[in-house]
């Protein structure tokens, strides 16, 4: 493309376009151009999905091509003017990399056609046209004007690693597509889902393109380099030390092959480790480079500038050079096989990043940067055993994240919950609930999902959001400076010698390790803390008033204070207090925290010393029930009450003593017991908790039933008669039934017994009249007809019906035991339940000895009574024992009658 002196300057997107460099994308451009404007002037949603490795330039050539078709489309009447291209990466070293590798093929300045704008850096102007910005920054974009004014599309780039901002910046887009029908989305992935994403982007039924780029990797060596039995891969506590020297002695090896050396490993830590190792050993003509998050713009620009000439490069980096990021003269790659994913304990609320093995998808992404530039190497430090073992591909971020920032995205938008919205894989309700249940806690949320004005506030702060709304209340009352530089300590990555934040605060001041790092952090904090009016905030006048000592007057924070001061307001529920006296030297320290979380101080750590902790950060590992504290500050227990008072409650425990219970007034914050007062008696409501809770402990057994002929008991068998014969609406009255239905007969009962002993003696609960609470009405009345208790025989007496054995267990039917003179004149055997069930008669001798069984009392006279009545007349001869005992008259006596 040409042009001439006098006319305007030619478009440099276009020019690029024009003579683009030969990458395999190439091919595909003039497909992706099509499809884009196959819509144009209907005015419909373009979506496209494309797929390309590493290495293809889809990052490169994908954005201007869209702003080019987004300039053409501005050609057409009608249309409204170009707005600019959004790409969004997923962490900030690629964003500003890929603006600054794009900028350079234009032949201009980053700021110009091509600008970045990344947490705390941007560089763009009126005249930018392409903007790679991270996801999170898209994502507050979108949240402050969700039609996105002056974009024209977004381009998604790295879709496949699914980060937890990413999946949500996704589903949000396209919620929000319904206000823009012109808005362009291209999703680019390297290995991505196409059974979802396509169905997600498409519209009205129909799936969105696919643009499908094909590998240009020059041949790949695999070699393997598995460590020794002495240097796992993993140990409790992390990546051991031996294996890090394994893989700094594979990349000593690996400098035998020609090119520069790019080594994957999982952290900033492991890096640094990894890095001094290779300082002390590698060649003088060789450049040991890290490459990091932590790192400043400066040095990880020259991680990814070229080898000067004579020269070679080791750069030791964590994923961030998986994709997105071209680290040139690379040829070969050393894959420590080891990768950070997040996790999240949903019932201690305790999250984190854990080293696990690398899956197989991000080991063939990280050995693809070898095989870019000519035939490459990757030396994986693992068997093939291992390496077949591992995972397809990595967890996604949000099914296995803390999704509290999620939460608050979600509700700011007005979908608490993220019902509605379009996922690739929607948030896990678990995780979801103890996100939702944090926001409550920390006043970001209203019990309708709804955000308050300072969870508005706070989700407008580019960082974590305990920190961020630590940040914001804490610059009401130190001022926005001392807030950020405060806050600073937990957002920047610094890690506090023994725990101690103070600590830390002091060396960072006098210029300690990470110092500049510290001040670019609180300056960027420092800028985010004037956001929004923060409106009924408990905390903040609790807090001055204790810190004032109840007085008129400015309070005065001293710099340890200030840091106890924000680590108590990122985590109110980790406020601490020991367990136990200050321990002797060289001994942990126990704490217990308003959450509920065992933590414990590492030995010889200055905060030992200290009853009440404000804990910032922790780390718990697998297999341990307390948490150990990386990173806290001493505060008072006033400031405690302070901050955690919506924690603060006074109640009332109960403990048994054998069947008997003692009571006690318990003030607590959180788990933490303040205060115990003993009481004279128990409560009723917690008298009826604790039979309750003993029951549902110990079974239904605990429970005055009685022997056999216990009334209670008794009426449960005739109940379970009842219910067995004629079912609804008589009751179920087994363990499992009366467990489930505690709260209709069995706490009536107890507070009734509790108000007449105050001790609650449990033999005292009336479990008859417990019981009838259950029965149903108006058939209650028909009790006594259906399940009687007794029996009138032809004698007239009343005899007890037995619906229990000796051993207590319920009768398939009622026994009814009555001598065989009584039941002269009876001529069919009686039934209850509405004659649904017939007796079993056991016909006893004048000494009431057992002589006959029976149900059937017409068929017992007519054949065994003659029998029987032969050896009752030998037995017994002053009684009568007539011939015929349907005629003869019923008798009690004992006397001969006529």
Known sequence: MSSTPSGPPPDPIARLLADPPQLPVVAGLPHLRELLTTATTSGQARSVVVTAPPGTGKTTLVPPLVADVARQSADVPGSPVPGRVLVTQPRRVAARAAARRLASLLGEKVGQSVGYAVRGDRRASASTRIEVVTAGLALRRLQADPDLPGVSAVVLDEVHERSLEGDLLLALLLDARALREDLMVVAMSATV?????????????????????????????????????????????????????HVAATTLQALEDPGDVLVFLPGAREVDDVVARLHAQAPRDVDVLPLHGRLGPKAQDEALAPSPPGRRRVVVSTNVAESSLTVPGVRVVVDSTLAREPRVDVASDISGLVTVGASRAEGTQRGGRAGREGPGVVVRC???????????????EILSSDLTRTALELAVWGAPGGHGLAWIDAPPPPAMAVAARALDDLGLVTQDGGVTPLGRAVAAVPTEVRQAR??????RILGARRAAETTALLTSGLRASGGDLTALARSVRHGGEGASLWREEARRLERAAGHGELLGVDELDAVVTVQAGGETGEPSWSGADAVGLVAALAHPQWIARRRGPVPAAGQEARYVSVGGVGMRVAAGSALTASQWLAVAEVDRAPGRSEALVRGAAPVDQDLALAVAGRWLEESEEVAWEEDRLRARQVRSLGAITLSQTPLSAPSADAAANAVVARCLEEGLGF????????????LRARLTL????????????????????????????????ASRDKRLDVGRIDLTEALRGLLPWPEAARLDELAPERLTVPSGSQVRLSYLDEQGEVLERPVLAV????????????????SRVSVLLHLLSPARR?????????????????????????????HAWPEDPWTAPAVRGTRRRG
């Not at 073992?389 to 996604?396: D, F, L």
């Not at 630590?470 to 610059?475: G, T």
């Not at 067995?724 to 009734?752: C, H, I, M, N, Q």
């Open 193 to 245: 889902d196409l059974a979802r994403l396509p169905r997600m982007l498409g519209e009205d039924g129909a799936q969105a393109p696919v643009l499908d780029v094909p590998s240009a990797l020059h041949p790949l060596q695999e070699r393997w380099a598995p460590p020794p039995a002495s240097a796992p891969r993993l140990g409790p506590r992390g990546v051991p030390r031996e294996f890090l020297a």
């Open 382 to 396: 693992c068997s093939p055993a291992d390496w077949a073992r591992s995972p397809q591909a990595p967890t996604p």
């Open 470 to 475: 630590a940040l914001l209340l804490a610059s």
């Open 703 to 714: 429970l005055p039933w009685g022997g056999g002929e216990h009334p209670a008991s008794v």
């Open 722 to 753: 009842l219910h067995k014969a004629l079912g609804e609406p008589w009751p179920a009255v087994d363990d499992e039934a009366l467990l489930a239905r505690v709260d209709e007969w069995l706490v009536p009962a107890v507070r009734a017994a």
């Open 819 to 834: 001598r065989v003179q009584e039941c002269f004149g009876w001529k069919d055997t009686p039934r209850v339940a509405d």
């Open 850 to 878: 057992p002589v006959a069984v029976t149900d059937d009392l017409h068929s017992f006279w007519e054949g065994p009574y003659q029998q029987v009545r032969r050896e009752l007349r030998g037995r017994y001869p002053k």
